[in-house]
């Protein structure tokens, strides 16, 4: 028999949750362990492989649907380089309109500030900005 993990041997291994782990398992991220005879889950060195991948594509920001397009494209044995590619040029894309709009609310913030006299909560132009309607 190979190797298993309970789930809390797993989640120390990955730094994952349980809950989160469980999560990934009621979405279908993850596939669900087979149980010992006491019923407990017993996770094996794919489940460990397949949350590592989940976690670094969290890390690069992808979303839970993007890493489950992912990891059936790495199962898809006619999915091409260009599939997965096309996967992360989207979610890149993605990243620059967050970025950019960060870097918008970066100047307006910048701005309020500049114009902010510090004076009395009345003149403070932080607050004004805040409460103005645009």
Sequence with gaps: MHQTLSIGELARRTGCQVVTIRYYEQVGLLPEPERTSGGH???TPAHLRRLDFIKRGRSLGFPLATIAGLLDLLEDRDATCSDI??????????????????????ARLEASLKRCGRATRA?????G?????E
């Design 129 to 133: 900005a805040l409460a103005a309607a």
């Design 123 to 127: 003149e403070c132009a932080v607050a």
């Design 85 to 106: 590619d096309a996967l992360a040029e989207q979610h890149l894309e993605e990243v620059r309109v967050k970025i950019a709009d960060l870097r918008a609310i970066e």
């Design 41 to 43: 889950r017993a996770y």
